[in-house]
């Protein structure tokens, strides 16, 4: 059974770079040829979209993060990683990790909270 | 890209069955069958409930079903049970967008 967990700094000043990592266990993130997605839910609102990477390293963002956001695999420790630079109180969510597979979510990471506070 | 419209809330009692709407446009929803639905409950990760518009993952009940008419898929559960209060969430992958959210209550 595959799982995937959050892992990172659950607090972040404004302006610095949020930073967290999927660790996926029970398979291999580099077989089947699936991709490795970052979904965000801002306390009491909805699922946005971040961005994922395809299994060629080919990655895509949310058009709103615009430059910010950096999506990345690290295939030696089985897991994937988001940054997230000059972070405001807006980025403050719960951040998901999930498997993508073809066009919809499979797995789920049970999500880290992220605040963003000085 | 815009965000799929849900209604905020919907509302059904035990047994009954009850459809949330998820509109979208042309340009996703309307032409590529790419929907996915997904079900929250408090405090917990989603879960898949519908993928590529009306399939159902292993392990999913029967009682939930997907379709779609035009620029507007749905989400249909049948026989309500109170463990079905939740947020749902659909998604089109052709617009990489969420839907707004529907909550459930099972009266």
């Known amino acids: 059974q595959l799982q995937l967990q959050e892992s990172g700094s659950g607090l972040v000043k404004p302006s610095q770079t949020l930073s967290l990592t999927c660790d996926v266990s029970g398979g291999s993130i580099s077989s089947g040829g699936y991709s490795w997605s970052w979904i965000r839910q801002p306390p009491g609102k909805g699922l946005e979209w971040t961005g994922y990477?395809?299994?060629?390293?080919?990655?895509y963002y949310d058009p709103s993060f615009k430059t910010r956001v950096t999506i990345s695999v690290d295939r030696s420790k089985n897991q994937f990683s988001l940054k997230l630079t000059s972070v405001t109180a807006a980025d403050t969510a719960v951040y998901y990790c999930a498997r993508l597979v073809g066009s919809y979510m499979d797995y789920w990471g049970p999500g880290i909270l992220v605040t963003v506070s000085s | 890209q815009s965000a799929l419209t849900q209604p905020a809330s919907v509302s059904g009692s035990p047994g009954q069955s009850i459809t949330i709407s998820c509109a979208g446009t042309?340009?996703?929803?309307?032409?590529?069958?790419?929907v996915s639905w997904y079900q929250q409950h408090p405090g917990k990760a989603p879960k898949l409930m519908i993928y590529?518009?009306?399939k159902r993952p292993s392990g999913v009940s029967n009682r939930f079903s997907g379709s779609k008419s035009g620029n507007t898929a749905s989400l249909t559960i049948s026989g309500l049970q109170a463990e079905d209060e939740a947020d749902y969430y659909c998604?089109?992958?052709?617009?990489?967008?969420f839907g707004g959210g529907t909550k459930l209550t099972v009266l």
């Open positions: 590529e518009v009306s």
């Open positions: 042309s340009s996703d929803v309307g032409t590529y069958n790419l």
């Open positions: 990477i395809y299994q060629s390293g080919t990655t």
């Open positions: 998604c089109s992958y052709a617009g990489r967008v």
